[in-house]
Nanobody, 118 residues
Framework: QVQLVEFGGGLVQPGGSLRLSCAAS????????MGWYRQAPGKERELVAT???????NYADSVKGRFTISRDSAQNTVYLQMNSLKPEDTAVYYC????????????WGQGTQVTVSS
């Protein structure tokens, strides 16, 4: 059973910072592309950032230069450091693990709320 458990959401003022963490099952972490997605009210879920198991990075244009994704293989954890937060970053953030063994497997965390407001 693959589990993804997120931590770190909350309320922050514009311009502030937050760090999200996602602890993944050890059985898949080393082979999975890990990612963060977000979904704002009334909008579709969208990619924020991904990191492959060999460290290749991908960011949405809207967060480039402000957000940093990283992974710690010793802790089976992926992080999202969010700086210079804007009200439009307000959303539920979801951790994602994707890997291929025969078929493509896609797992989601439960989501954590990030609210950017003064």
């Amino acid at each position: 059973q693959v589990q993804l458990v997120e931590f770190g959401g909350g309320l922050v003022q514009p311009g502030g910072s937050l760090r999200l963490s996602c602890a993944a099952s050890a059985s898949i972490f080393s082979i999975a592309t890990m990612g963060w997605y977000r979904q704002a009210p009334g909008k579709e879920r969208e990619l924020v950032a991904t990191i492959t198991n060999d460290g290749s990075l991908n960011y949405a244009d809207s967060v480039k230069g402000r957000f940093t994704i990283s992974r710690d293989s010793a802790q089976n954890t992926v992080y999202l450091q969010m700086n210079s937060l804007k009200p439009e970053d307000t959303a539920v953030y979801y951790c994602n693990a994707k890997f291929k063994i025969l078929n493509t497997h896609n797992y989601w965390g439960q989501g954590t709320q990030v609210t950017v407001s003064s």
